[in-house]
């Protein structure tokens, strides 16, 4: 639902007689919120709808450069995209959901999809016997006369004899 969309809504149902707090929980949206739609009148909503659309967006500079990399690499994600940009740009301060937001406008107007790759999952064989592990550490700390003592551990479980032996130092 677009904001004019909720706007009318939000009067419709003020309209019908739901309280504001019930408008709200019924919108998915905070009183607060509300409370601003309900202080334009129509004339400045209009106004202010104008004003939205014409802002400069953070990431308008390098919406070519964004843009290349979601043609080149439709698989690619807004959070590599922006690993990609801060390596590029150190000084660039933009958030996790601006760059979202912006790769996913930027996938609508041009129409890229987002392609996703299926994970393979195979069984891995066994190896032979005494060469796979698993190595665990750990750190405890225990009273020792009146004082507290920290003692770090190892520990290794085999995997065919399914023999723990720990290590503690």
Same mark, same amino acid.
């Given at each position: 639902?677009?904001?004019?969309?909720?706007?009318? $809504?939000?009067?419709?149902?003020l !309209?019908?007689g739901?309280?504001?707090?019930?408008?709200?929980?019924?919108? +998915?949206?905070?009183?607060?919120?509300l409370?601003?739609?309900? +202080?334009? @009148?129509p004339?400045?909503?209009?106004?202010?709808?104008?004003?939205? +659309?014409?802002r400069? !967006? *953070?990431?308008?500079?390098?919406?070519?450069?964004?843009?290349?990399?979601? #043609?080149?690499?439709?698989?690619? @994600?807004? @959070?590599?995209? #922006?690993?990609?940009?801060?390596?590029?740009?150190?000084d660039?301060? /933009? %958030?996790?959901?601006?760059?979202r937001?912006? /790769?996913r406008?930027?996938?609508?107007?041009w129409?890229?999809?987002? $392609?996703?790759s299926?994970?393979?999952?195979?069984? /891995?064989?066994?190896?032979?016997?005494?060469q796979q592990?698993? /190595?665990?550490? %750990? *750190?405890?700390?225990? +009273?020792i006369n !009146? %004082?507290? *003592? @920290?003692?770090?551990?190892?520990?290794?479980?085999?995997?065919?004899?399914?023999v723990?032996?720990?290590?503690? %130092?």
């Amino acid at each position: 639902m677009d904001k004019w969309e909720m706007y009318m $809504e939000i009067y419709q149902l003020l !309209k019908q007689g739901f309280s504001k707090t019930s408008v709200a929980k019924k919108l +998915k949206i905070s009183r607060t919120t509300l409370y601003n739609y309900l +202080k334009r @009148s129509p004339e400045d909503m209009t106004t202010w709808l104008a004003s939205t +659309k014409q802002r400069r !967006k *953070k990431l308008d500079p390098y919406r070519e450069l964004i843009l290349h990399w979601i #043609q080149k690499h439709p698989d690619l @994600s807004a @959070s590599q995209v #922006q690993d990609w940009l801060e390596e590029r740009y150190p000084d660039l301060c /933009v %958030g996790e959901s601006t760059v979202r937001s912006y /790769v996913r406008n930027l996938r609508e107007e041009w129409k890229i999809p987002k $392609e996703t790759s299926i994970r393979q999952y195979q069984a /891995v064989p066994d190896p032979p016997m005494g060469q796979q592990a698993q /190595v665990d550490f %750990g *750190k405890v700390k225990v +009273k020792i006369n !009146k %004082g507290r *003592k @920290s003692i770090y551990i190892l520990s290794r479980l085999s995997f065919h004899t399914r023999v723990i032996n720990t290590k503690s %130092g």
